[in-house]
């Protein structure tokens, strides 16, 4: 399973970019979603989650009030809403879906994630 990552691009800081999330030949129903980011030099993060069941949300705390999860089940698709965006924030950004469940984990360390898609670079300029 592979998700498609994509919206990506250049800003500068204080600007907004918004990811999507498709997949081809698979569909997103039944589970919850999460983004991830990887920046060279770093641990890779977890950034936000939503759930299929009940779309509840997660964030973590780098990215809260500043980033927006949100699904469309019939439109097989997910997006990430980046608003203010910082510096920091520059990473390779990836949506994947937890194959084990359908509700996001207590933590994004948690999760059976579908490693293995394209991911989209964001770069935030000072």
């Known amino acids: 399973v592979q998700l498609q990552a994509s919206g990506g691009g250049l800003v500068q800081s204080g600007g907004s970019l918004r990811l999507s999330c498709t997949a081809s030949?698979?569909?997103?129903?039944?589970?919850?979603i999460g983004w991830f980011r990887q920046a060279p030099g770093k641990e890779r993060e977890g950034v936000s989650c939503i759930s299929y069941s009940d779309s509840s949300t997660y964030y973590a705390d780098s990215v809260k009030g500043r980033f927006t999860i949100s699904r469309d089940n019939a439109r097989n698709t997910v997006w990430l809403q980046m608003n203010s965006l910082k510096p920091e924030d520059t990473a390779i950004y990836y949506c994947?879906?937890?194959?084990?469940?359908?509700?996001?984990?207590?933590?994004?360390?948690?999760?059976?994630?579908?490693?293995g898609g394209q991911g989209t670079q964001v770069t935030v300029s000072s």
């Open positions: 994947l879906a937890d194959l084990e469940h359908s509700r996001c984990p207590p933590s994004l360390r948690l999760g059976s994630w579908s490693w």
């Open positions: 030949g698979f569909t997103l129903d039944y589970y919850a």
